[in-house]
Every structure is written in structure tokens, then in C-alpha cells.
């Protein structure tokens, strides 16, 4: 609000100073108030007489995008329902990005109003206002809130008053009698108040970014480097999905026509075989395909969609796919464990999302590569700390350990800021090579293993961490293709197929114990959490993963 509010809890994630003092002004009105005429859209600059007043500042570190904690600070409407201490908002002119507007609220028991005029600032993630009707005993007072990122899923709101004293205070507010008590009154009320609002904005913030609700959709695109109408032909044949989706089993053609078909999908989910139907309809002159799911998957009462092939250059082209879907009102008894609509979200947003990465990249590997051997593993975890913290905890574990081999990942060739070589030499065989990169602005982690073990041409991966309701969600997709011409002259002599189930279990292994590690170093608080060199890292997954 543009003013202070209701007395609450310090926390230590806060921060406030204040300093300066009143002072008189030169052309009081008759009860020492000054009020100044505020141009809308215009900044406010201080004048020669209000440089020296009384400040304060507050600050609280929300794990959540800058933008959305802008949108919140911007819409007045909502703040009765978003801050404890606003009792109402009544928004009295509106011109643009600037607004009259009079609060009503609750300065340490005491119901005040005061009218203010703000101006959202998106160029600078900001609010500014100015009080245009002031409080009791406030003869002036600038507002100004500002939201800085910290990186892609956390950021500072920042809240600051700027304020003088009226200079007579007499009968304004009871029990406070002379301009000591009313400057305490003021710097306590905006102390208390401005922390409570920081942690309501906080709260609302971090719970916006969770989907909630029944209806859900989602969007996965990813460029190609192969022409548009080759592309489109991968997703349009429903007979390659068991060969490229590692999640499909079979996919059966009920019936249809050349514009229309309806086939039956056979898939694996958590280890168990699920099953569900689609209605293709495809309009090949723009190649898109529209779908939906007349016998949904478990947990469904509908879904549908749309795949595009978006041409960019005669060799390049954009794949996207939107999906949207309804869960069912009563989730109760189709798996164990799974009982509430929220339980029931999070398996199928997990399998949707994890499903639809992989599905994306072994289309391009299909096309660009006309190979079937990718196999890609997403795997989730949900920690409750901090994005940053989990992102510092991971980093020196992820690749440390070689679950192909048994091995943790050697010794530390080359480390700056941001990249790192590992290097271990099995007995007998070539020197083994993880390379990875650390980008604390979009909280993620990419790692290659070049010149992987033998029988893997490829290995790559990202982990990447985002910003949950009371912590944080890791999100770790590892991929590997399988080397054909290798395995050709293997002893064992196995398919491509039963070898990329192999490597998807080692894949999901080695993610999983990364993951475990992560959450076992994160117990100890950040002062005296270990720093382990590279091969202690390795052990503490190996371990995870009770090798």
C-alpha cells in the first residue's frame, strides 16, 4: 500500500533502515501539513525542503519470477484480499498507468484512510505514489516499491518511504501527544506494517506460480534442423511412435480415413502399462493436427490439442504442441495412493511434461539423424529450500559419478565461474570426460559427456530448478543414443530397443541418487554444509544410488 499497516511478526528474511529526521516546513497549512499538487504520469522530484525527512527501507527475497511479483504489486483491486492489513481500495480516477486511489486500513490497531496517487512503472518493475491526502500526522509521503531479479525464478521487493512529520500533531491520534510520539508511532507503523506486507506479497507470489484447478494445458516447442514436411511426417505417422517414443509400447489404428483416424495408444507410466485413445484430424496443406481423446488416460475426463510444424528456413522449422486437459471431480480408486485432485495433478502433469520433452527431442533426432536410439529419462524432485541454495548444492554432484561404470567421474581438469572438466581413466579403457556449465541466472546445469563408455555414441543432459510453493522443483533430463555401429559388433548382440531400456534405467538411477545427494547435503544449514572435491561427489551419489 502506499502507506503503512497492521502490526505483525518480524521476520529475519526482512530488511529495513530508516534515518533522517523531521523538519519544519516553510509553508505549513494551518495545521503544519503541506500538501503539494502531483502531476499525473510525471516522476516526483524532492524539493530543496524535503531533502532532509525521514526514510525507511524494506526488502524480502520472494522465490518467484520479477514479473509476476510486479503484476501483484500493480493491481490494487486485490490487495484487501492479498494483505492482512488492507481493509479496502477504492480506486477514485484512473488515467493510464496512473491511478487515484483511497486506502482504508489498520496502523497498529487504529483505522486510517488516506487517498494516494500511483503510477505503475513497467520499465523499471515499480510503483511509485504519493500521498495526496495524507494520514493523520504525516503532512507528506513518497512511496516507492521496486522488484530486481535475482535470476529467472527469484527476485527483491523492495518497499520505500520517504515522509515528513506534520508539525502540529495535537488530538490526531489518540495517545500521541507530542512530535516524539508521533514520530515513533509513524517509523513503528511502517516498520511492522511494511514487513507484513512484504511477506503477504511474498505468499501470494510464490503460491501464484503453482497450477491449480481441474483444467490444465500445456505448451512444448523445439527447432529442427531438418525441412518442415519431413518433420511433419514423423509426428503424422502414428506407426513410428513405438519406435521413437521410449514411453510407447504400441500404437493400434482403430479406424479413419485419410483426413481422420482413431488410434489406440499403449504407454508406460510410473512402470505400469496405461491405455487411452486419439482422434487425429490432420490438415496437411498448413501441417497441423488436431487431437482429442474421446477414452482419455487415467485420471482424465478430457483432452486435446494441436502438433504444428512451422517452417523458419527451407531446412529449418519450429515443432510445437499444445495439450490441454480436464482431470476428473473423483480420482478416488484408480491408483493406489492417489486420492485427491491435487495428487491426481501432479502424475499427470509429470507424465505430460516429462513425456512431451522427450517425445520432442527424439522427433528431431529422428528426423535430423533418421535414427531411433535416443533415449531420454526425465526425472522430478521437490526439495524445501531455496532455488539458489539447491542450485549451489547440485552443481558439484551432477555427472560426478559414472553409473555405467561404477566409477565416480576422477579429478577436476579444468574449473572457472561458470564451467568445469572432469576426467577419470578406467583401467584399460579411454579416459572418460564430463563436461559441465553453470548458469546461476536460469538456475540450470548442462552437462555432456564427450567420448561417452562404449556403446553410447552421445550423452547430455540439463538440470534445471524452479521456484515451488515452499521451496523448489528440479527437474533433471538426462538423454543418450545408443552407438548401432558398436552394439552391431558387441558380444551380446542386443536391439537397439532392449539397449535403450537399459540405458533409461541407468539414466533414471544416476538422476534420482544425484537428486537423493542433493537433498542429503541440503540437511545441514549453508555454513557448514561440506565442500566436496569432485571425487567425494561422486561417492555421495554412488552411495545414493547403493552402488
Not at 533418421?370 to 555427472?399: I, N, Y
Not at 566409477?407 to 579403457?429: F, I, K, N, S, W
Request: net charge negative.
Amino acid at each position: 500500500m502506499a502507506g503503512p499497516a497492521l502490526p505483525g511478526p518480524r521476520s529475519p528474511s526482512h530488511q529495513h533502515q530508516r534515518q533522517g529526521h523531521a523538519r519544519r516546513d516553510p509553508a505549513p497549512n494551518r495545521r503544519g501539513c503541506a500538501h503539494r499538487t502531483v502531476i499525473p504520469n510525471q516522476p516526483v522530484i524532492p524539493t530543496k525542503e524535503e531533502i532532509v525527512r525521514n526514510h525507511a527501507s524494506h526488502s524480502v527475497v520472494c522465490n518467484a519470477p520479477a514479473a509476476t511479483v510486479h503484476d501483484l504489486i500493480s493491481r490494487t483491486s486485490e490487495w484487501p484480499r492479498l494483505l492482512g492489513p488492507c481493509e479496502a481500495v477504492t480506486v477514485l480516477e484512473s488515467d493510464g498507468p496512473t491511478e487515484l486511489v483511497e486506502i482504508t486500513a489498520r496502523l497498529q490497531g487504529v483505522g486510517m484512510s488516506w487517498q494516494s496517487r500511483r503510477t505503475v512503472r513497467p520499465e523499471v518493475l515499480g510503483v511509485d505514489a504519493e500521498l495526496v491526502r495524507p494520514m493523520p500526522l504525516v503532512a507528506s509521503m513518497r512511496t516507492t516499491w521496486r522488484v530486481v531479479a535475482v535470476n529467472d525464478e527469484q527476485c527483491v521487493l523492495l518497499l520505500e518511504h520517504d515522509y515528513r512529520l506534520c508539525d502540529d500533531i495535537t488530538g490526531l491520534v489518540d495517545g500521541v501527544h507530542t512530535r516524539a510520539e508521533a514520530a515513533r508511532f509513524i517509523a513503528a507503523s511502517i516498520d511492522v506494517n511494511s514487513e507484513r506486507e512484504l511477506a503477504d506479497f511474498k505468499a501470494a507470489a510464490e503460491r501464484a506460480g503453482a497450477p491449480s484447478g481441474r483444467d490444465r494445458a500445456l505448451r512444448h516447442s523445439i527447432v529442427c534442423a531438418a525441412p518442415a514436411d519431413e518433420v511433419y511426417a514423423v509426428v503424422r505417422n502414428a506407426a513410428n511412435w513405438p519406435l521413437i517414443f521410449d514411453a510407447c509400447v504400441a500404437a493400434t489404428r482403430v479406424g479413419g480415413d485419410d483426413t481422420t483416424e482413431l488410434v489406440r495408444i499403449d504407454a508406460l507410466q510410473d512402470g505400469a502399462t496405461i491405455s487411452w485413445e486419439t482422434r487425429r484430424h490432420y490438415t496437411d496443406a498448413i501441417r497441423r493436427i488436431e487431437y482429442e481423446l474421446p477414452v482419455p488416460m487415467p485420471f482424465l475426463e478430457s483432452m486435446s490439442g494441436q502438433w504444428r510444424v512451422i517452417p523458419l528456413t527451407a531446412d529449418r522449422c519450429l515443432l510445437t504442441v499444445d495439450r490441454r486437459w480436464r482431470l476428473l471431480a473423483d480420482v478416488t480408486g484408480i491408483r493406489p495412493g492417489v486420492n485427491t485432485v491435487d495428487q491426481a495433478a501432479e502424475v499427470v502433469d509429470g507424465f505430460v511434461d516429462g513425456n512431451a520433452e522427450a517425445e520432442m527431442l527424439a522427433i528431431r533426432d529422428f528426423a535430423e539423424n533418421r535414427s531411433a536410439a535416443l533415449a531420454t529419462v526425465v526425472v522430478r524432485a521437490t526439495l524445501p529450500h531455496p532455488p539458489d541454495e539447491v542450485l549451489a548444492a547440485l552443481f558439484p554432484l551432477v555427472g560426478t559419478a559414472d553409473l555405467l561404470t561404477g566409477r565416480p567421474a576422477g579429478t577436476v581438469r579444468y574449473q572457472d565461474a561458470v564451467h568445469d572438466e572432469l576426467v577419470a581413466q578406467p583401467r584399460g579403457e579411454a579416459a572418460l570426460r564430463v563436461v559441465r556449465t553453470r548458469d546461476e541466472r536460469s538456475l540450470s546445469i548442462d552437462v555432456c559427456q564427450p567420448g561417452p563408455p562404449r556403446g553410447i555414441a552421445a550423452r547430455w543432459g540439463r538440470w534445471r530448478v524452479r521456484a515451488t510453493p515452499g521451496g523448489s522443483e528440479v527437474v533433471a533430463r538426462q538423454s543418450a543414443r545408443v552407438d548401432a555401429g558398436a552394439l552391431a559388433a558387441a558380444a551380446d548382440r542386443a536391439d537397439v530397443p532392449e539397449k535403450k531400456r537399459r540405458l533409461r534405467e541407468l539414466l533414471e538411477r544416476d538422476s534420482r541418487a544425484t537428486l537423493d545427494a542433493c537433498a542429503r547435503a541440503l540437511v545441514e544449514p549453508p555454513p557448514a554444509r561440506p565442500r566436496l572435491d569432485a571425487a567425494q561427489a561422486g561417492e555421495a551419489v554412488l552411495e545414493a544410488a547403493g552402488v
